[in-house]
């Protein structure tokens, strides 16, 4: 059973911070696993006021499963992002996951690494725990039953 330190997201950092995983992650789509992270091989942003967003390894991800799309957006951290969507099994989750290609200096070892929408995939866990996608749409967080403090994305939140 994992278990999982009590962190308030309040005490997050500005600018955020990039720490290892130490536990395994999975990423489930169309019934199939599209991504297992061994502990230890990913990383996770934590940013104050955001539920941590991991980032899963390319070779953790059935790249077949992944294809790009023309989506780009900035992180004023991080640098630019491309998007991809998943198909698998006759379905198709649009701008799933992104990735960062050339990620600034500060966030280097997340290139060749991919993060998920929780609400994008049927299922995403951090050891056996099971995710709850961070509110809204607009932030990629995993929400864990050891957060607290207040987590933006629900409307109303956007810009404090």
Partial sequence: M?????ENVQDYPRP??????????RVVFA?????????????????????PTYYL??????????????????C????RAVYFDLVLNGRRSRHAAWSYPAPT????AIRDHLAFYATS????YVGDIKVVPQPGDFYG??????????????????HW
Avoid: C, S, Y
């Fill in 57 to 74: 390894p390319t070779e953790a991800v059935l790249g077949a499963a992944l294809v790009p799309v023309a989506r780009e957006t900035f």
């Fill in 16 to 25: 955020p911070r990039l720490e290892r995983v130490t536990q395994p992650l």
């Fill in 2 to 6: 994992t278990v999982l330190p009590v």
């Fill in 105 to 108: 200096h500060r966030f280097e």
């Fill in 121 to 124: 995939v049927d299922a995403a």
């Fill in 31 to 51: 019934g199939v696993p599209v991504a297992e992270a061994e502990p230890g091989t990913a990383w996770r942003v934590l940013e104050t006021h955001h539920a």
């Fill in 141 to 158: 967080g995993w929400v864990t039953p050891n957060l607290t403090g207040k987590i933006k994305g629900a409307m109303g939140t956007l």
């Fill in 76 to 79: 004023e951290w991080k640098g």
